[in-house]
């Protein structure tokens, strides 16, 4: 297939598994590795690299004049076709240095840097084995689809109907896999999970730019105001229901209203902040922060940051961050000093739930912002996890929701049950009820926990769904 070619990846963006995996393949396949760009018939980067990119991976004054720029998907779609594939589609040129301007990978391409948070601290996560795939970041050419339909998830959400709202929700994942842009009523139809139905609504979006249902929600004033409720941290469709009901349609109302909690009150004080997405700098300073002062609190803990940001994000929401120490002593009472020590230094402004004792597991769920100017502030939650449940805790915190409900539904059609706590065998249930819960299974790492599942280790950063 790619006999005659001299093929040079540059790694930026793609990861080595994904690199090694390539070569692998390409020279399977007949074609010879170049050892720079300058003997190259062929050099590939990564699908988040562009044409205003590429002067600082690639010397443009040692290319031949044939040389071929291409990005990895040439590679990828030659491999499952079969068949080589042209390279037009996949093409970028970089004719001067001077016409390209300073090369910046974009958040998406670029991976941790050393200065970041990373997987832990003194301590160590588990050891999982070596990725055995890494793909390339995607280009999402569905977007304006993917928006407008997550705004019908959000909308239906506040009016308590989550069936329709999880069948957008399985539509917005089958879209954010497909590699190509929607073109088509019959390509929207044979996406998994989408039935006739949805694929007239991806097809009305494709065509008009806009969906006709979510105008009409957003020109009804009832339900305009159940949306903007139930962002408030602490209330949910119910409540944002009753608030409706009572007449309440601004949040000038609601907070002159006297009728919110403590955590609502909280929630509304902080309502653009939280709604705002943080960068994943950020997220990772917010995490530093609580790991340096639990670490002088107690050396040699495991501090892991889960969600979003173990699972590579560029913008993260709010901030988790797990800790656990091999000693199940040493973490008694360590939740509470660490939340002592941090409101001390002004780090955490607000409490939305502390824990009860001293015990494990605890958590705690508050506000922080970090000391500087301009900062904003940010969700936080913060868990102390036993040793001998931490891989089930990395798991669930990791998500995404999507794998982790696969997960648990995988494992209850296996006669098991898995929770943030552990996964148990021999569980018998009659319909939904636990009438038999079973033992626990060893799970000292996430691989063995999706061993045991029957599945393959698959890294936090693929795991958008099963």
């Known amino acids: 297939m790619f006999i005659g070619s001299r093929v040079y990846i540059v790694p930026t963006g793609m ?7 390539f070569l692998k393949k390409l020279v399977e396949h007949g074609a010879e590795i170049a050892d720079s760009e300058k003997d190259a018939t062929h050099v590939v980067v990564a699908e988040c690299v562009d044409r205003e990119r590429l002067p600082k991976l690639i010397d443009s004054e040692k290319l031949s004049p044939s040389t071929r720029i291409v990005r990895s998907a040439w590679i990828s779609d030659s491999l499952k076709n079969v068949s080589l594939a042209s390279t037009m589609p996949y093409a970028l040129t970089c004719d001067l240095p001077h016409e390209c301007g300073e090369t910046v990978l974009n958040s998406d391409c670029a991976g941790p840097s050393g200065s970041e948070v990373g997987a832990a601290y003194h301590g160590k996560e588990p050891e999982e084995p070596a990725r ?19 705004a019908m998830v959000e909308t239906y959400q506040s009016t308590k109907d989550q069936w329709r709202a999880l069948s957008y929700e399985r539509a917005i994942m089958a879209l954010k896999r497909h590699p190509t842009e929607i073109t088509s009523w019959e390509e929207a139809r044979s996406l998994p999970k989408v039935g006739e139905r949805l694929a007239d609504k991806i097809w009305e979006i494709v065509e008009r730019g806009k969906l006709r249902k979510l105008e009409e929600f957003q020109g009804q004033g009832r339900l305009t105001a159940l949306q903007l409720f139930t962002k408030i941290w602490g209330s949910g469709p119910s409540t944002a229901e009753r608030w409706v009901h009572q007449g309440f349609t601004t949040l000038e109302e609601l907070a002159s209203s006297g009728q919110l909690t403590g955590q609502q009150k909280i929630g509304l004080k902080h309502f653009h902040d939280f709604l705002e997405k943080m960068p994943r700098e950020e997220a990772g300073e917010i995490a530093d922060t609580v790991a340096k002062a639990a670490l002088s609190l107690q050396p040699g803990l495991t501090v892991v940051p889960c969600g979003s940001y173990r699972r590579g994000k560029s913008m993260c929401g709010d901030v988790d961050v797990l800790i656990s120490h091999a000693e199940l002593s040493a973490l008694d009472g360590l939740l509470n000093r660490l939340l002592q020590l941090l409101r001390s230094s002004g780090f955490l402004t607000d409490d939305l739930a502390v824990p009860h004792g001293t015990g494990v597991p605890s958590k705690y769920m508050g506000v922080c912002r970090l000391d500087r100017p301009g900062s904003k502030h940010r969700r936080l939650d913060v868990f102390v996890i036993p040793p001998d449940e931490l891989a089930c805790a990395l798991l669930a915190y990791t998500g995404s929701a999507h794998f982790n409900r696969s997960l648990r539904l995988r ?16 569980v018998w249930r009659k ?5 038999s819960l079973g033992s626990l299974v060893s799970t000292p790492t996430e691989a063995s926990i999706l061993e045991h599942l029957g599945l393959s280790y698959r890294p936090p950063e693929q795991r958008e769904q099963l």
């Open 15 to 21: 990861g080595k598994p994904r690199v090694q995996l």
């Open 132 to 150: 055995s795939e890494c793909a390339d970041v995607p280009v999402n050419r569905n977007a304006h689809i993917i928006e407008q339909l997550q």
């Open 411 to 426: 494992a209850r059609r296996m006669g098991m049950a898995l929770s943030d706590r552990g996964l148990r065998e021999g």
């Open 431 to 435: 319909g939904a009820e636990k009438r």
